[in-house]
């Protein structure tokens, strides 16, 4: 099982690297883009885990350790397959 989670900047929180991103996809042509977040994705291999539903424990985690909840705002999905990425 792998959960993968998504940390981004809450609306409103200055993003110094969302806005140097944007700027330099300006200077390489690329007008058509307005706004540019810089966040963080994580995958999390789950074993089976006697605590119960994993979802839960994916928002835990979240909540105590991977997103600082005053400027981060995450999401999350879990994938119930075992299958990993094909080389």
Do not use: W
Request: proline share 5%; charged share 30%.
């Amino acid at each position: 099982m792998i959960a993968r989670v998504f940390i981004t900047p809450k609306k409103g929180v200055l993003d110094p690297q969302g806005r140097a991103i944007s700027s330099s996809l300006h200077a390489l042509g690329f007008g058509e883009v307005e706004d540019v977040r810089m966040g963080k994705y994580l995958e999390i291999r789950l074993g089976s885990s006697p605590e119960g539903d994993p979802a839960a424990r994916v928002r835990a985690m979240c909540e105590r350790l991977l997103a600082n909840g005053v400027i981060e705002d995450f999401r999350f999905e879990i994938d119930q397959e075992n299958s990993g990425r094909g080389a």
